[in-house]
T-cell receptor, first 111, second 114 residues
Framework: GQNIDQPTEMTATEGAIVQINCTYQTSGFNGLFWYQQHAGEAPTFLSYNVLDGLEEKGRFSSFLSRSKGYSYLLLKELQMKDSASYLCAVSHNNAGNMLTFGGGTRLMVKP | DSGVTQTPKHLITATGQRVTLRCSPRSGDLSVYWYQQSLDQGLQFLIQYYNGEERAKGNILERFSAQQFPDLHSELNLSSLELGDSALYFC?????????????FGSGTRLTVV
């Protein structure tokens, strides 16, 4: 089976840096995704990691360690609009390669 | 606009009823996925179709069924509705049967069962 853990809630200050962690246990690992979801809206794609290391994309970076079953999403220069849920999702190459999502981390950015 | 179209956006219905949710995938995408998101819950995978064929099944209740039509749109049928079925239902699509290229999500259908 698959098990994905991430903190339920986090709070950070505008302009600061925040790191959202995700640990997973899965068979047939085939990549890890991060999505952003504002309340009541569709998730939107942020990043994809399949190899170990850091992927940087503007203010957002994502890191993966396959041996540790660990990933994090790093958000720099936080803005109020970054207040949202951040979903960690694992792709596994069995039964259709669908994504299994963690419960999401609700990030609140304060002035 | 993500290119994935879901209708209706909102649906209010009574317990015991049956509803159909519709999804048109992004142009060129052959794979459709359905997810359920209850209040303050994560996205729960229901079912996947690829080019008209069922590819994977998650924790989908027997009261729920889905299909993908030749024009690649998909419908999710929910029957004998219960209060606990109230949730956001998302459809997502991808180019291939693999999720490695990521999904594109529709804006969802909010179902309220009263």
């Amino acid at each position: 089976g698959q098990n994905i853990d991430q903190p339920t809630e986090m709070t950070a200050t505008e302009g600061a840096i925040v790191q959202i962690n995700c640990t997973y246990q899965t068979s047939g690992f085939n990549g890890l995704f991060w999505y952003q979801q504002h309340a009541g809206e569709a998730p939107t794609f942020l990043s994809y990691n399949v190899l170990d290391g850091l992927e940087e994309k503007g203010r957002f970076s994502s890191f993966l360690s396959r041996s540790k079953g660990y990933s994090y999403l790093l958000l720099k220069e936080l803005q109020m609009k970054d207040s949202a849920s951040y979903l960690c999702a694992v792709s596994h190459n069995n039964a259709g390669n669908m994504l299994t999502f963690g419960g999401g981390t609700r990030l609140m950015v304060k002035p | 606009d993500s290119g994935v179209t879901q209708t209706p956006k909102h649906l209010i219905t009574a317990t015991g009823q049956r509803v159909t949710l519709r999804c048109s995938p992004r142009s060129g995408d052959l794979s459709v996925y359905w997810y359920q998101q209850s209040l303050d819950q994560g996205l729960q995978f229901l079912i996947q179709y690829y080019n008209g064929e069922e590819r994977a099944k998650g924790n989908i209740l027997e009261r729920f069924s889905a299909q993908q039509f030749p024009d690649l749109h998909s419908e999710l049928n929910l029957s004998s509705l219960e209060l606990g079925d109230s949730a956001l239902y998302f459809c997502a699509s991808s180019v291939l049967s693999t999720s490695n290229y990521g999904y594109t999500f529709g804006s969802g259908t909010r179902l309220t069962v009263v």
